[in-house]
């Protein structure tokens, strides 16, 4: 299930993608970036809609998905 950002408080989508970058290793590329920078990179994805935040009621687990990912 797709949760919409723009539902979420501040606070809480900040942890969901917080929590995320810490949880996956994300990679940004051969320079480092701080959490700060990745976080900001992150949200900017999300509320452009190239990102999505996914509830797996399965699971019972979030997660951040692509975009184009989640859709095929």
Do not use: C
């Amino acid at each position: 299930m797709i949760i919409p950002w723009q539902e979420l408080e501040a606070e809480t989508l900040q942890n969901i993608v917080e929590s995320f970058i810490l949880r996956e290793g994300t990679d940004y590329g051969s320079e480092e970036l701080s959490l700060e920078q990745k976080t900001t990179k992150l949200l900017d994805e999300i509320r452009q809609g190239r990102a999505l935040i996914v509830w797996s009621e399965l699971h019972e687990s979030i997660d951040i998905k692509n975009k184009m990912d989640f859709l095929k």
